[in-house]
């Protein structure tokens, strides 16, 4: 994607040939930027935490794209250096950590992390909730039995080697 | 979808068209399958909690959709466009085994929509000055 936004940028500063279509104007760029914040509720974000581990639950066969995907749903966006060009608006912004799992909607990670059947379901989780902003820097205070937990599943020789 | 159908029955006329203005704000890959992401969504929202064998009819609406959707989707859906998805996902991941072979590949056509929906922003490398 990266090579095509190039190639536009390239065409932009192109001089438009006797009697060819003008240019793009640079200014349309960061429309068609194929970089594509997706903003949702965290009721949606925990649903699709959800999900993943129930399907982590039902076997071993989709274990790895449902631990990538716990990830992912885990960690934050870099904030918009340039909100004003942001095609999809942040309706609710946050402070800095954006779109990761906040608390208040963790519980199905950390029920996951303390009890799911396979180790590698309790790893997959305990390593998505390393990744949540708000236990990583410990930004929250109330979140600190959350923590606390989450240091001592570190100690889960499971867990450790799954 | 309860308030309009009743629970069990079936949903009144408005219910349909409000449904399908609501697939077209969902984004151009939703408008360009309109008819059947609005027959799907209302199945999948008649139970929302179980699975997609559980109400007629569903499975035979999700299989080509969900399929057609994974074929097409190179980058993640608007907001509003994954908040309709995300309902006829939740049903075809709710499929327990054993389940057909069909059945089977709706799941895994749902498990890939729902990862590319998992990310906060595509990924993008660090890159100099264009």
């Not at chain 1, 349309?28 to 993943?52: F, N, T």
């Not at chain 1, 966006?77 to 963790?106: F, I, K, V, W």
Request: with cysteine; glycine share 10%; hydrophobic share 45%.
């Amino acid at each position: 994607m990266y090579g095509v936004t190039r190639r536009i940028a390239r065409c932009t500063r192109a001089r438009p040939r006797a009697g060819g279509a003008a240019p793009i104007p640079p200014l349309y760029l960061p429309y068609i930027s194929p970089v594509s914040p997706l903003y949702l509720a965290q009721a949606e974000r925990e649903a699709q935490a959800e999900l993943l581990l129930a399907v982590m639950a039902r076997g071993e066969r989709q274990h790895a794209p449902c631990a990538a995907g716990l990830a992912a749903l885990a960690q934050a966006r870099e904030p918009n250096p340039n909100p004003n060009l942001d095609p999809n608006p942040n309706p609710n912004p946050t402070p800095s950590p954006e779109q990761a799992l906040e608390p208040g909607h963790l519980g199905p990670l950390l029920e996951a992390a303390l009890f799911a059947d396979a180790p590698s379901g309790r790893a997959a989780a305990m390593r998505a909730l390393a990744l949540v902003p708000a236990l990583k820097g410990l930004l929250y205070p109330a979140e600190g039995v959350l923590a606390a937990r989450l240091w001592l599943l570190r100690l889960d020789a499971d867990v450790s080697h799954p | 979808m309860q308030a309009a159908g009743g629970g069990g029955g079936r949903a009144p006329a408005w219910v349909e068209s409000l449904f399908d203005a609501l697939v077209g704000c969902g984004g151009a890959q939703l408008r360009q399958r309109r008819g059947p992401s609005c027959r799907a969504l209302l199945l999948a929202l008649s139970a929302p909690g179980l699975p997609m064998g559980a109400t007629d009819g569903l499975s035979s609406a999700l299989a080509p959709l969900l399929a057609d959707y994974h074929g097409a989707l190179r980058a993640p859906l608007p907001p509003a466009g994954v908040s309709m998805l995300l309902p006829m996902l939740a049903r075809a991941l709710r499929e327990e085994p054993p389940m057909s072979e069909a059945a089977r590949e709706t799941q895994d056509a749902a498990l890939a929509l729902l990862g590319l929906h998992c990310a906060p922003a595509l990924g993008l490398a660090q890159v100099g000055e264009i």
